[in-house]
């Protein structure tokens, strides 16, 4: 079984392990470690908060950056896409991904603000307390991530990912209205579910940089770890955003 996070996937992290071990000698100094890809994700963290307060800083004065938070979010999804199969190019890739998805994060962290003052410091508050309490669980092996831990957690992600699919294209072409739309209790049930599916994808993203790091894969994984990493840490944040913005318009 495998991470839904294209960056975890099994395939690509045995072809590179395979690909290591037809080196007879390794560098210790150029292979993975978790305490490289920690260090990364964090410089990824940085660069992504700084263009996120671009668009955001704009959107506060009086701009409308609907073309860079739209073209953040598109050029970003390609780079996603061009890493998951070109991994040893994540050194370059991975950087330019958070600064392009900053300007997405930022523009649509303001829409939201806008909207609900207050809420992106709350959204931001649970992505990173979600984020240490699964990375303390883990640390501790409170939560052992097994096969069919994998399993179920991969079915979910996937089930996600159709449904939101599928609906979007409904509401495209028809008059459907998805039941995850609106503030109704089905609809924040939903979105409640929803983020603890990606936070139980923390767990598969944990395990696999730790696999990597064990197999001594090339330095240039850290980059890619780091990048997958944010990508589902992205995904929580805005799932977060969904759910204080449906609990906030109740009021």
Known sequence: ???????FKTKTFSNTSAANDNVSVIDYNETMTVSGT????????MLL??????TWTLAFNGYNPIVLTIGGAIVG??????SSFKPQLSTYLAPAYALFEGLFIGGISAFFEASYPGLVIQAVGGTFVTFLVCFA??????VKVTEKFKS???AAT??????????????MFTSFQPVHYGNSMMS???????????????????????????????KFMEWYGAMGLMVTLVWLYIEFLRLLSKLSSRD
């Open 152 to 154: 179920v957690v991969i």
């Open 38 to 45: 920690i260090n990364k994700s964090f410089i990824l963290l």
């Open 77 to 82: 999804l390609i780079l996603v896409v061009v």
């Open 49 to 54: 908060v700084a263009t996120a307060f671009i």
């Open 158 to 171: 996937l089930a996600i990912g159709v449904y939101y699919l599928v609906s979007w294209l409904l509401s």
């Open 188 to 218: 924040i049930g939903i979105s409640v579910f929803v983020i603890v599916i990606a936070a139980l994808n923390l767990f598969l993203d944990f395990d696999q940089i730790e696999k990597g790091a064990h197999q001594r894969m090339p």
């Open 1 to 7: 079984m495998e991470s839904k996070n294209p960056f």
């Open 137 to 142: 669980l883990y640390k501790y092996n409170i």
